[in-house]
C-alpha cells in the first residue's frame, strides 16, 4: 500500500464526543509481534532447513529471487499465524515482523514474496522430494524428542488415525467417500506420545485418494517409526493404538512379528463376536435395569477371524446407555489386543487414551486449516499438508514451552490469539532491533516465559 493511497476514514462520527478517524498509516508495525517465538521455536528442530534439502528448484538461478528456504519458511510462518491461504501474501510482504522472522531487515529488507511466487512454489514440487520431506518431518520431530529426553523413554506410544478432507472442486485424486459420505482427500495422520506426557506430538501427515482403506500406507509408516525410534530410545518399550479401519490381517501380523511392541486395535462387530459377548450384555442389561443408568460390563475371549492366521485376545466391552427421554441401547465395542492386563484397564487406561488424538486434529483442522487443499495437483496438496504440519510442529513446542502457565493446555487457535497476534512497533537502530509491545499483554507472564525457555534472556 503506497502512502499516496492510504484511507483515512471518520468511523462512528456520533459515537463518541469527538469524530473517531482511523488511519492505516504506520509502515513499521505488525499484528504479529508474538510470532519471534517462532524463529525460536523453529531453531530447536531445523524444520525449515530440513524441509529445503529435499527440495529440487529447476528455476533459472540468475531469476531466483526468494530462495526455496525463504519460500517455506514465509508458509509456514504465515500458517502459524493464521493465513492458511498463499492470498494475504502481498499483503504481507513488507511486514516487518514476517520479513525479521525470514532474516531479513525488518525495514530496509527485501519484500516477501507474491501469492503468484508462492503458488508457482507449491505447484513445483513432485513426488521423490515430497516422499524426503515426509521422512525429514519424522526425523526433526524424533530428534527433537531425543534430544529433550537425552534418549531415555521408558514407553512410547503410537497413534494412528486418518481424517477427513473435504474437497470442493477438481482437485485430482479426490474421490466419494461413503463412510464421511462426501468428496474428499483422506490424510494419514500419526502422532508420538513419550511415557505419561498428555501431548500427542504429530510426526507424518500422509496426504491420500479420498477412496483408499484406512489402513493404505500404514505398514510402510509404522516400520519405519519403529526403526528410527529404536535408534533413537533404545531401551524403550512402545505401544501401537488404531481404530477398526486398520484391523487388517496385514497390520495384525505386523504388529505381531515386531518385538517389544503392545498394541491395541479396535474391531467392527460381527456375529461371532456379538454372539462372544451375549453373556456380558445379558449382564449389563441386568446391572442397567437394576440402577437405571448406563452399565458396562468388560470380559475377554480368544477369537479368529477366517482370513487370521492365529486367534488373539479380544477385549469385550459390553455397554448399555441410557439417555433421558430413549429406550436403552445396547453398545457393544471390540478391541484386538495382545497385552495380558484386565479387560477394563486394558479398555479404559490404555485404549480410551487414544481418543485425545482427536483433539489434536481438531486443532489442525479448525486452527490451522489443514483441509485447505485447493490446489488442482495433488503433490501440491501434499506439501500444503507438509507446511501446515511444519506449523503445527512449531506451535506444539511452544505450548511444550508454556508449562505451568495459563497455556500450558491452550488449544493451537488460543495459543495464536494470546502469545502472536500481538501489535508492534519495529525499531532497528544500528545496534539492535527493538520491538514496541503493547504494555496491556493479558498473557505477558506465558510469553516472557516461553520467550526464556526457548533461549531469550530476561530483562
Known amino acids: 500500500m503506497r502512502d499516496d493511497t492510504i484511507p483515512q476514514t471518520v468511523l462512528f462520527p456520533g459515537l463518541f464526543n469527538k469524530p473517531l478517524v482511523a488511519t492505516f498509516d504506520q509502515p513499521h508495525a505488525s499484528s504479529d509481534g508474538g510470532a519471534i517465538l517462532l524463529k525460536a521455536a523453529e531453531a530447536r528442530y531445523g524444520l525449515i532447513d530440513g524441509f529445503a534439502r529435499c527440495l529440487i528448484d529447476e528455476r533459472q538461478p540468475g531469476k531466483i529471487q526468494h530462495p526455496l528456504r525463504d519460500l517455506l519458511a514465509q508458509r509456514i510462518v504465515g500458517i502459524a499465524c493464521g493465513y492458511a491461504d498463499a492470498n ?8 516487518p515482523i514476517h520479513k525479521l522472522l525470514l532474516g531479513r531487515d525488518p525495514i530496509a529488507g527485501a519484500a516477501l514474496a507474491s501469492q503468484p511466487t508462492l503458488s508457482r512454489f507449491e505447484n ?5 522430494a515430497l516422499y524426503a520431506m515426509g521422512r525429514e518431518l519424522a526425523e526433526r520431530v524424533i530428534d527433537r524428542h531425543r534430544q529433550r529426553l537425552h534418549g531415555r523413554a521408558r514407553q512410547i506410544t503410537i497413534d494412528l488415525d486418518p481424517t477427513d478432507d473435504p474437497t470442493h472442486g477438481a482437485q485430482q485424486l479426490t474421490f466419494f467417500n461413503g463412510h464421511y459420505d462426501t468428496w474428499c482427500y483422506l490424510p494419514l495422520l500419526a502422532f508420538l506420545t513419550f511415557n505419561d506426557e498428555v501431548e500427542q506430538y504429530l510426526c507424518a501427515a500422509i496426504l491420500r485418494p479420498g477412496n483408499v482403506a484406512a489402513s493404505q500406507g500404514t505398514r510402510g509408516l509404522v516400520r519405519r517409526l519403529l526403526d528410527r525410534l529404536r535408534q533413537a530410545f533404545p ?3 512402545f ?28 474391531m467392527a462387530e460381527n456375529q461371532v463376536l456379538t454372539r462372544l459377548a451375549a453373556a456380558a450384555m445379558a449382564e449389563a442389561q441386568a446391572l442397567t435395569a437394576a440402577s437405571g443408568e448406563t452399565e458396562h460390563v468388560y470380559t475377554d475371549a480368544e477369537y479368529a477371524a477366517k482370513t487370521w492366521a492365529h486367534e488373539r485376545r479380544v477385549i469385550i466391552k459390553a455397554e448399555v446407555v441410557r439417555l433421558a427421554g430413549r429406550e436403552p441401547r445396547d453398545n457393544a465395542r471390540f478391541v484386538i489386543t495382545n497385552l495380558r492386563q484386565t479387560p477394563r484397564w486394558i479398555y479404559e487406561h490404555v485404549y480410551c487414551g487414544r481418543g485425545d488424538i482427536e483433539n489434536r486434529i481438531k486443532e489442525l483442522h479448525n486452527d490451522l486449516e ?13 506439501l500444503r499438508v507438509f507446511l501446515t504440519a511444519g506449523a503445527y510442529v512449531l506451535m506444539q513446542e511452544i505450548r511444550l514451552r508454556a508449562a505451568r502457565t495459563a497455556c500450558a493446555r491452550a488449544q493451537v487457535g488460543t495459543l495464536r490469539l494470546r502469545l502472536l497476534k500481538l501489535g508492534v512497533r519495529v525499531v532497528v537502530s544500528v545496534r539492535r532491533i527493538v520491538l514496541h509491545l503493547p504494555r496491556g499483554v493479558p498473557d505477558f507472564a506465558s510469553w516472557q516465559r516461553v520467550a526464556v525457555s526457548l533461549g531469550a534472556r530476561p530483562g
Open 124 to 128: 513445483g514440487q513432485g513426488r521423490q
Open 239 to 266: 505401544l501401537i493404538r488404531l481404530d477398526g479401519g486398520f484391523a487388517t490381517p496385514e497390520i495384525l501380523d505386523l504388529l505381531d512379528a515386531e518385538p517389544g511392541v503392545a498394541y491395541v486395535v479396535a
Open 235 to 237: 531401551k524403550a518399550r
Open 370 to 382: 489443514i483441509g485447505r487443499t485447493s490446489c488442482s495437483r495433488f503433490w501440491a496438496n501434499q
Open 88 to 95: 494475504d501474501a502481498d499483503q504481507l510482504a513488507d511486514d
